[in-house]
C-alpha cells in the first residue's frame, strides 16, 4: 500500500483560513501609514460639541447625509458645473477629473481613521463633488470681481465665517492630494492672477478671519499637507525650531500676565510681520507675542489644531503647547485686558469675559506630550526670581506706579461728583492742617 507523501505548506489547511487575515493585515498596515482624518476622541468633543460639528456643509464621509447639512448639497453641485464651465469643453474636462478621482479612490479611502460605509463609486463621486466645491469656493473668494450678485455664498454676510468654520474641522476633510489634483487640472484655464500653488489659493480664503500674513510666501513655502486643517496646522508652526521639548517642570509661566507686569516683565506684540503665531520669545525682561486675533472661529480652529495633534501619530504638540502657554498667562479679565493693551490680543468677541472662558478651558481634557515652550519659561521663571536685574526692578516699581495712578482714577476721578469729593476731602484736608499749625504757634510765641 503507497503512502501519501505530506502536503506542502502552500497546501496546508492553515493556508486557507490564513490568507484573508494576511490580506487584512497588509490593508491595515497600508492604511496606518497614510491615516490623517480622524474622528474627535469622546473626551474632547464633550467639552464643546458645537467646536468639531459642521454647521452647514459636510466634507467628506463622515457627516456626509446629515439632515441639517443637506441644504447646501445643491450649492455643491452646482460649484462643480460652474468649476467644469471655467474649461473650453465642459463635458470632457468632467470626464477627465472623474477618471483622475476614481484613480485616488483607493489611497484616499487610507487615509480615513475609521471605516467607510460607501462604496468605490460612492465614494469618488464625493470626493469630486467636495473637492470641486471647495475649489470653485476658493476661487470666487480670490476672484471676487466675478463673483455674481446672485452667488447666495458671497453675498451672506454669515457664509464665509461659517464655511471657514466647517472647512477647518478635523472631522470635515478631504485628503489634500485631492484638491490640489483638481487644482492643477483646472489652472491652465484659470486667470493668471492665481496662485501656482494650490497651498497659497487654500490659506488665502481663510485669510481674513484668521489672522494669516503673508500668505502667498508661506503658502509657497509649505511642502506638503495632508488636508487643510493639515495646511493651517503647517502654517502656524514657528518659523524657525521651537525650545527643545523638556519635562514637566517647565510647562508654562509660573504667574499670569499682570503677576508678571508687577514683577518687571513687559509684555510686547511682536512688531515682525514674518512671525507666525507660536513664534514668541525673550529676551532683556521682555516676552514677544505676535498678536491673537479672538473671533467667531478662533475657539474652534483652535480646538481642531489641538486634536488633529492630539490623534496623529508622531504628530509635534506645537499647537497644544502654545494654548497652555497663553492659558498660563490668563487667569482673570485683568490679564486679558493688559494683553489686549499690548496689541497681543484683538478681541472681536466684545468684552474681555467672553474671553476668558474661551481660554481657560481650550485645554481641557488635553493630554500634553512635549512642552515646546520650555527653555522660555525656563528664562521667564529664572528672569522672575533673579534681583540683581536691575532692568526688572524698574519696571516693576513703573507697573506698580501705573497700578496705583490708575486706581487713584477709578476711585477718585471716574464722574464730576467724586472729582469734586476728592478735592474738597484735600481743601479740608489743608484747612485742618492749617488751624492745627497756627493753634500750636499761638501757645508758642516769640
Known amino acids: ?114 471605516n467607510i460605509k460607501f462604496n468605490k463609486k460612492e465614494l469618488a463621486e464625493m470626493l469630486l463633488v467636495d473637492g470641486c466645491f471647495i475649489l470653485e469656493l476658493f476661487l470666487r473668494r480670490s476672484l471676487r470681481d466675478f463673483v455674481d450678485k446672485s452667488d447666495p455664498i458671497f453675498n451672506n454676510a454669515w457664509m464665509v465665517p461659517t464655511l471657514q468654520h466647517d472647512l477647518a474641522l478635523l472631522e470635515n476633510q478631504i485628503p489634500f492630494f485631492v484638491l490640489q489634483n483638481l487644482y492643477e487640472f483646472i489652472l491652465p484655464f484659470a486667470p493668471k492672477t492665481l496662485p501656482r500653488l494650490f497651498t497659497a489659493l487654500a490659506l488665502s480664503f481663510f485669510h481674513a478671519d484668521l489672522s494669516l500674513n503673508q500668505v502667498t510666501s508661506r503658502g509657497e513655502s509649505i511642502q506638503s499637507s495632508r488636508h487643510l486643517l493639515d495646511l493651517l496646522h503647517n502654517f502656524y508652526l514657528p518659523t524657525s525650531p521651537v525650545n527643545d521639548p523638556k519635562g514637566k517642570e517647565n510647562w508654562g509661566f509660573r504667574h499670569c500676565a499682570t503677576k508678571l507686569l508687577e514683577a518687571g516683565i513687559q509684555f510686547e506684540k511682536s512688531s515682525t510681520v514674518e512671525d507666525r503665531l507660536l513664534d514668541v520669545r525673550f529676551s532683556n525682561g521682555v516676552i514677544n507675542i505676535p498678536p491673537l486675533s479672538v ?68 485645554c ?37 506706579w501705573h497700578r496705583y495712578v490708575a486706581a487713584l ?38
Open 295 to 362: 473671533g467667531t472661529t478662533t475657539e474652534s480652529l483652535l480646538r481642531n489644531l489641538i486634536a488633529l495633534e492630539q490623534c496623529s501619530f508622531g504628530s509635534s504638540h506645537h499647537i497644544t503647547s502654545y494654548a497652555i502657554l497663553i492659558n498660563g498667562l490668563i487667569h482673570s479679565s485683568a490679564d486679558i485686558e493688559l494683553l489686549q493693551r499690548k496689541g497681543i490680543i484683538i478681541n472681536n468677541l466684545g468684552r474681555g469675559e467672553e474671553v476668558l472662558p474661551l481660554i481657560n478651558s481650550i
Open 1 to 114: 500500500m503507497r503512502q501519501e507523501s505530506p502536503p506542502t505548506p502552500s497546501e496546508t489547511p492553515t493556508s486557507d483560513w490564513m490568507h484573508p487575515i494576511k490580506v487584512k493585515l497588509g490593508i491595515l498596515r497600508e492604511r496606518s501609514m497614510n491615516l490623517s482624518i480622524y474622528k474627535v476622541p469622546n473626551k474632547l468633543r464633550h467639552v464643546n460639541e458645537e467646536a468639531y460639528s459642521p454647521r452647514i456643509v459636510s466634507i467628506g464621509p463622515f457627516h456626509q447625509g446629515k439632515r441639517d447639512l443637506l441644504a447646501m448639497e445643491e450649492h455643491k453641485w452646482r460649484n462643480m458645473l460652474s468649476l467644469v464651465h471655467r474649461t473650453p469643453n465642459p463635458e470632457k474636462s468632467l470626464d477627465e477629473c472623474g477618471k483622475s478621482i476614481i484613480e485616488l479612490e483607493e489611497k484616499a479611502r487610507g487615509c480615513y481613521a475609521e
Open 409 to 446: 482714577r477709578r476711585d477718585y476721578f471716574s464722574n464730576p461728583w467724586r472729582i469734586i469729593s476728592f478735592v474738597a476731602a484735600v481743601l479740608l484736608l489743608l484747612l485742618t492742617g492749617l488751624q492745627t499749625f497756627y493753634t500750636v504757634r499761638a501757645y508758642y510765641p516769640r
Open 364 to 400: 481641557k481634557e488635553v493630554v500634553l506630550k512635549d512642552f515646546y515652550f520650555s527653555k522660555l519659561c525656563e528664562k521667564v521663571n529664572a528672569y522672575h526670581k533673579s534681583w540683581w536685574q536691575w532692568r526688572r526692578h524698574k519696571a516693576s516699581w513703573k507697573a506698580r
